[in-house]
Nanobody, 117 residues
Framework: QVQLVESGGGLVQAGESLRLSCQASVSVASFESMAWYRQAPEKQRELVAL???????NYADSVKGRFTISRDSAQRSVYLQMNNLKPDDTAVYYCHAIELIWRKHYWGQGTQVTVSS
């Protein structure tokens, strides 16, 4: 069973940075794509950033220029570097992966990010 474990969330002030980590129980090469989603209270879950098997990336307009998604195959991990954080970035952040062969979806348990003004 594939597991995704997030870490790195916390409480920061506006303008500060955080780095989220998502460690997979299998090689990241097993996935077609890995992504970070977030869900704020009373809002739908939204895609924040995605990295594909070939390394292509995609970002939500609201985080372009501030967030960077990256991958470390040796660590079986994907990261989300978040700079210049804003109160609107406050949410639970989830790691997501789609299996390369069977296209099964996996989710982590989520990590809370809170940005105070």
């Amino acid at each position: 069973q594939v597991q995704l474990v997030e870490s790195g969330g916390g409480l920061v002030q506006a303008g500060e940075s955080l780095r989220l980590s998502c460690q997979a129980s299998v090689s990241v090469a097993s996935f077609e794509s890995m992504a970070w989603y977030r869900q704020a209270p009373e809002k739908q879950r939204e895609l924040v950033a995605l990295i594909t098997h070939d390394g292509s990336t995609n970002y939500a307009d609201s985080v372009k220029g501030r967030f960077t998604i990256s991958r470390d195959s040796a660590q079986r991990s994907v990261y989300l570097q978040m700079n210049n954080l804003k109160p609107d970035d406050t949410a639970v952040y989830y790691c997501h992966a789609i299996e390369l062969i069977w296209r099964k979806h996996y989710w982590g348990q989520g990590t809370q990010v809170t940005v105070s003004s």
